[in-house]
C-alpha cells in the first residue's frame, strides 16, 4: 500500500507541474484587480499549462521578489500600472537582480498609461528605447483593423513575424493576423548581441503622437519600430518587452477583424495563439536546450598505428585528462531541446550549425560539429582532428549562443603533452632522414678507408752501410 501511494503521489505531482523547465511559480503584478477579469482566457491558458497563479497590486506592502536570498517566484508578469511606477519593492534594481537569479519577465506598456520613468530607465540599461513623448503611438495607414480603427488607424495587423535570420528557430508564427492596439514601439541597440526583435512594425508603419499636430519628425519610422521584442541574458533569463497588454485580453483573443491588406474579409486574429507562444517561450517552456553526455576520446586508428599513448591512457579509456601532440581524437557532445513538457533531439536550422573549438588562449582548430546520430531525448554531434604540434592546456568548448535559445557553454580541459623518449620513430622509419644517415655510413667507410691507406702506404726502410738513416 505505502509503495501504492508513493507511485500515485509521484503521478500527481507530474500531473500539477508546470511546463516550464524552470518552475511554476508566476506572480502577476496588476494594480487593479478588477481589471483580471479582462484576461481571464490568458489566465486560464497558463493555469491549464500548470502554472501557480499568484496577483498582487504594486503597492502591497507584502510583495516580495526574494525570500531568505532566493527568488520567492520563478517568474514575473508585469502589467502597466496607471500611477507613476510599481513601487519601491519593483524598482529597477530589484528587477535586474531577478535576471541575474535565472528569473523570466514579461513586461506590458500601454498608450493609455504613460510609461513610468523607473522602467524607462530599466529598458534603457537593457538597450531599449522608448519614444521621449510618453503619448506615441504606432499607427499604420495600410494594415489597421477597419472596424475598431477606421479613423485612428492605430489598432495594427500584422502577419506572422519574418524578421527572424533563417538560421534561427522561429516559435512565434501564426498563420492569421495578429491584432496589437495602441502598441508602444520600441528601438533596440544594435550594440547588444543579447536583444532580438519577435514582432516588427510593417514598412508603411511610424510612431505619432495624436496630442501633437506638430510633430513632423517621429520617433521611428518602418522595421525600426518593434512592437514585441525579447532580451536574453547570459544565464539564459529572458525579458520580455510586449508593446501592449490590450492585446492579452479576451476581446482581442475572439476578435474579428477586416483589412484590405489580408484580402478586405473578416477574419479571426491569431492573438490567442501568439500568446500562448509568447509567453511559453518567456517562461521557458520553448528553445530550452539541454547537454546530455560529453564524451572525447582517441581514435582506434591513432592507437592501432603506434602513435597513440594508449600506454598511459588505457585503450578504452573516455574523456582522459592527458593527449599527446599529433594525436587523432574524436569529440561527441549530445543536444536536446525541451518542447513543452518533453525532451526532443535538438535539430539546428538549415543555415546553422553548432561548432568545437580546441584552444588554448585562442582556437587552434574551429570545426563544425555533424550530426552523426540521435537518442530518444537528442542528437549526438561529432568531429574528429588531429591535435596540434604544440603543448600546453587545452579546452573542448562548445560555445553556442543563437537567438531564442538558451545558452550553450560546455568546456573540458585536457593537458597535450610531448612525444615520450621512447615514442619517436626511428631514423630508417623517416625517408626524410635517409640522406642523413647515408652521409655518416659514407663518413664512416671514408674514415675507414683513409686509415688502412695510411697504414699500407708506410716508407719502406733502407739496409746497408749506405742506406740513410731514418730518423
Do not use: C
Amino acid at each position: 500500500m505505502r509503495v501504492l501511494f508513493s507511485l500515485l503521489l509521484v503521478a500527481l505531482l507530474g500531473v500539477v507541474q508546470a511546463l516550464s523547465s524552470t518552475g511554476s511559480r508566476l506572480l502577476v503584478v496588476i494594480e487593479e484587480l478588477a481589471e483580471k477579469e479582462k484576461y481571464s482566457t490568458f489566465w486560464g491558458d497558463l493555469e491549464s499549462r500548470g502554472y501557480r497563479l499568484s496577483f498582487e497590486s504594486p503597492k502591497s506592502e507584502t510583495l516580495r521578489l526574494f525570500k531568505h536570498g532566493e527568488r520567492a517566484y520563478d517568474h514575473l508578469l508585469l502589467l502597466p500600472p496607471k500611477s507613476k511606477g510599481f513601487g519601491p519593492n519593483l524598482t529597477p534594481q530589484i528587477l535586474l537582480e531577478f535576471v541575474n537569479k535565472a528569473g523570466n519577465i514579461l513586461l506590458g506598456l500601454s498608450a493609455t498609461s504613460p510609461t513610468p520613468a523607473a522602467i524607462s530607465s530599466l529598458l534603457l540599461e537593457l538597450d531599449i528605447h522608448l519614444p521621449p513623448d510618453r503619448n506615441s503611438v504606432v499607427v499604420d495607414h495600410f494594415s489597421y483593423d477597419e472596424k475598431s480603427a477606421g479613423d485612428k488607424h492605430d489598432v495594427l495587423l500584422t502577419r506572422s513575424p519574418k524578421s527572424l535570420r533563417p538560421d534561427v528557430k522561429n516559435y512565434f508564427a501564426q498563420n492569421g493576423p495578429i491584432a496589437v492596439p495602441r502598441a508602444v514601439g520600441h528601438v533596440l541597440g544594435n550594440a547588444s548581441p543579447l536583444l532580438a526583435p519577435i514582432l516588427r512594425a510593417q514598412s508603411t508603419s511610424y510612431a505619432y503622437n495624436p496630442k501633437d499636430e506638430n510633430d513632423e519628425e517621429p520617433f521611428a519610422v518602418g522595421e525600426q519600430l518593434s512592437l514585441v521584442s525579447a532580451f536574453q541574458a547570459r544565464n539564459s533569463a529572458r525579458f520580455t518587452v510586449l508593446g501592449n497588454t490590450e492585446m492579452l485580453e479576451d476581446e482581442w483573443f475572439s476578435a474579428q477583424v477586416k483589412s484590405s491588406a489580408f484580402g478586405g474579409k473578416a477574419v479571426a486574429t491569431a492573438n490567442r495563439n501568439f500568446a500562448s507562444s509568447l509567453s511559453a517561450w518567456t517562461f521557458q517552456e520553448l528553445g530550452v536546450l539541454k547537454v546530455g553526455r560529453v564524451e572525447h576520446y582517441l581514435n582506434d586508428a591513432s592507437e592501432k598505428s603506434g602513435t597513440g599513448n594508449s600506454s598511459a591512457l588505457g585503450t578504452a579509456q573516455i574523456n582522459p585528462k592527458i593527449y599527446r601532440i599529433k594525436n587523432d581524437v574524436t569529440f561527441t557532445i549530445e543536444l536536446s531541446e525541451y518542447d513543452t513538457d518533453k525532451l526532443i533531439p535538438f535539430v539546428p536550422p538549415p543555415a546553422d550549425t553548432v561548432q568545437l573549438e580546441f584552444s588554448m588562449l585562442s582556437p587552434f582548430h574551429r570545426l563544425a560539429l555533424q550530426p552523426t546520430s540521435r537518442t530518444a531525448n537528442g542528437t549526438l554531434f561529432s568531429t574528429s582532428f588531429t591535435l596540434p604540434d604544440q603543448h600546453g592546456i587545452f579546452n573542448f568548448r562548445v560555445n553556442y549562443k543563437r537567438p531564442f535559445l538558451t545558452n550553450i557553454d560546455e568546456k573540458r580541459t585536457v593537458t597535450v603533452r610531448h612525444f615520450a623518449h621512447d615514442e619517436w620513430p626511428r631514423s630508417f622509419v623517416i625517408s626524410a632522414a635517409w640522406p642523413w644517415i647515408g652521409g655518416i655510413g659514407v663518413t664512416a667507410v671514408g674514415w675507414l678507408a683513409f686509415v688502412a691507406l695510411w697504414l699500407w702506404s708506410e716508407p719502406v726502410r733502407g739496409k746497408g752501410k749506405g742506406a740513410k738513416k731514418v730518423q
